[in-house]
T-cell receptor
Framework: SQTIHQWPATLVQPVGSPLSLECTVE??????LYWYRQAAGRGLQLLFY??????ISSEVPQNLSASRPQDRQFILSSKKLLLSDSGFYLC???????????????FGPGTRLLVL | AQTVTQSQPEMSVQEAETVTLSCTYD???????LFWYKQPPSRQMILVIR??????QNATENRFSVNFQKAAKSFSLKISDSQLGDTAMYFC????????FGAGTRLTVKP
């Protein structure tokens, strides 16, 4: 079974600073990977997904970007953080299928980001 | 676009009793997947149960079962013999060409 790692677990950053959140997956090859954001007390909003190395699809326009430099590594970045970027960021993985949204998604432990 | 509605922001249940969480969705698709995820205070999202729309039989996982009514676009979660560890946010989710989550139901199991 796959294991999803995320770090850091918690991050406090000033407005205007850069961001890099990392997600890595073990126990599977060529997974579909997803980044979600969860605002306090709210549901999940899909930010990006990837079906392979270098393939990124964005679901909503925003201040963030994503990259997939390796098969099981997914990175969420920003050049300049905004206050509205605060939230809980979850990485999810689903088995390889060539297309997104074909298999069950499993989630990592998440990163709490507070922008001050 | 698919939407997922959880009409119960908060619910509570006594330990050992049964509780049902509601979820409705809107779609014009015939083939899709439905999920219930649990998010305890640690905030990790944990898969509780999955239902394929083409299956008429309701999914069951130990104390967790669903009532899937495809025509009514309803997908409720029943938790039997509730335990204190079931206290969490519960999210209903729909998947077909994208993934949509409901706003969640906060469930508290009382001793």
């Amino acid at each position: 079974s796959q294991t999803i790692h995320q770090w850091p677990a918690t991050l406090v950053q000033p407005v205007g600073s850069p961001l890099s959140l990392e997600c890595t997956v073990e126990g599977t090859s060529n997974p579909n990977l997803y980044w979600y954001r969860q605002a306090a007390g709210r549901g999940l909003q899909l930010l990006f997904y990837s079906v392979g190395i270098g393939q990124i699809s964005s679901e909503v326009p925003q201040n963030l970007s994503a990259s997939r430099p390796q098969d099981r590594q997914f990175i969420l970045s920003s050049k300049k953080l905004l206050l509205s970027d605060s939230g809980f960021y979850l990485c999810a993985s689903s088995p390889a299928s060539g297309r997104a949204y074909q298999e069950t998604q499993y989630f990592g432990p998440g990163t709490r980001l507070l922008v001050l | 676009a698919q939407t997922v509605t959880q009409s119960q922001p908060e619910m509570s249940v006594q330990e050992a009793e049964t509780v049902t969480l509601s979820c409705t969705y809107d779609t014009s698709e015939n083939n899709y997947y439905l999920f219930w995820y649990k998010q305890p205070p640690s905030r990790q999202m944990i898969l509780v149960i999955r239902q394929e729309a083409y299956k008429q039989q309701n999914a069951t996982e130990n104390r967790f079962s669903v009532n899937f009514q495809k025509a009514a676009k309803s997908f409720s979660l029943k938790i039997s013999d509730s335990q204190l560890g079931d206290t969490a946010m519960y999210f209903c989710a729909f998947m077909n060409n994208d993934m949509r989550f409901g706003a969640g139901t906060r469930l508290t199991v009382k001793p």
